[in-house]
């Protein structure tokens, strides 16, 4: 049972480089470098306008340079390192600047490497497939490269220890195990892919600046919003999952509306298509103080969520007493 060739397409996209450089002559040439060794590059000519699109794009790579107009490169450097949707996107300096006293504080700003002016192309990339073979390497899942590990659990505590209200997502398929037992591990592998991009686009396009999507493994991910943005995530989510997913079935299985796989006794099983659940902990009602409850209440309502029909999710909004208010979910059969 084949999936046609275009709907398997889901390779991971070449690394994106953002280039922050105020000088045109140097910004071009660095991004027709980028470009012809297979990355997709991206240029900000001030420091503002750098650090709003590593927020807005979450770069693979940032290239830096240091003497900017207006805000320099160390102010970006203290916004990119301040914000957990970008703290963990490695930056390069490129500067004119040799002296070690401006290399040793852009180091103290959490700088993962510093190259000065006039650089050599091969150096220079040299240094950048290092940076994004530890992209790869240090707590990014290799399969989504998103965060992952200890820096999806920093994330949340930096949540809950800093003041206002905030929401996190918990999203997990459903019959997914079914779907890898179909069509292998490779296919699985794709569609968690492409869940990834789902959310992620989603987060850019309807979420703050502040949020943050981790990626806790297998099929697992946590989305880190505000309460007044999680109705309109949790909808166009799943509106997109049930949509874009089908692409990754064959026609027979379409047609039949059903997955047909061998359980653990050897027999044949039928189970639904893969949908999605998303478990909402918040502390609009409750304060949740640290990361083993978010990840018990998290639990909690990701089971209520799978036991709705389709694609659904649910939100937690019990009050300190344990009473329950009248809940916004939301469910949409596949």
């Known amino acids: 049972m084949e999936v046609s060739m275009e709907a398997t397409a889901l390779e991971l996209s070449p690394p994106t480089i953002l280039v922050v450089e105020d000088d045109a002559g140097v910004a071009r040439m660095l991004s027709a470098t980028l470009e012809a060794e297979g990355y997709t590059p991206l240029v900000a000519c001030t420091g503002e306008e750098g650090v709003s699109l590593a927020v807005r794009t979450g770069p693979q790579l940032i290239l830096l340079d240091l ?16 914000n957990a949707r970008t703290a963990h996107i490695p930056v390069m300096v490129v500067s004119a600047r040799h002296d070690s006293e401006v290399k040793v504080r852009a180091f103290a700003s959490h700088v993962d490497d510093y190259l000065t002016k ?6 220079l990339l040299a240094r ?27 994330a949340i505590e930096e949540r809950l220890a800093a003041p206002g209200l905030w929401s996190i997502l918990y999203l997990d398929l459903d019959n997914f195990k079914a779907y890898n037992d179909v069509y292998g591990f490779a296919a699985g592998n794709n569609l968690i ?9 989603s ?10 999507l981790g990626h806790v493994g297998g099929d697992d991910f946590i989305l880190i919003s505000s309460p007044d943005a999680v109705s309109a995530l949790c909808a166009r989510i799943i509106e997109r999952w049930d949509t874009e997913s089908r692409a990754l079935y064959s026609p027979d299985v379409l047609q039949r509306g059903t997955l047909i796989a061998v359980d653990r006794r050897g027999q044949s099983q039928t189970y639904p298509l893969v949908a999605l659940s998303i478990g909402v902990v918040t502390n609009e009602r409750r304060p949740v103080t640290s990361l083993a409850e978010v990840s018990r209440v998290a639990a909690e309502v990701k089971r209520v969520a799978k036991g709705m029909p389709g694609s659904s999710w649910h939100v937690d909004r019990r009050g300190s007493d344990g009473s329950d208010a009248a809940t916004p979910s939301g469910a949409s059969l596949h």
């Open 203 to 212: 987060m850019r396009e309807l979420g703050g600046p502040t949020d943050f």
């Open 128 to 154: 950048i497939r290092t940076q994004l073979r530890h992209v790869q390497e240090l707590q990014l899942s290799p399969l989504t490269s998103l965060p992952a590990g200890r820096r999806v659990e920093r």
């Open 193 to 201: 892919r492409l869940l990834a991009r789902i959310i992620d686009s």
């Open 118 to 123: 006039p650089f050599n192309s091969e150096e």
């Open 67 to 82: 003497m900017l107009p207006g805000m320099d490169g160390f102010e970006v450097m203290h916004n990119l390192r301040g």
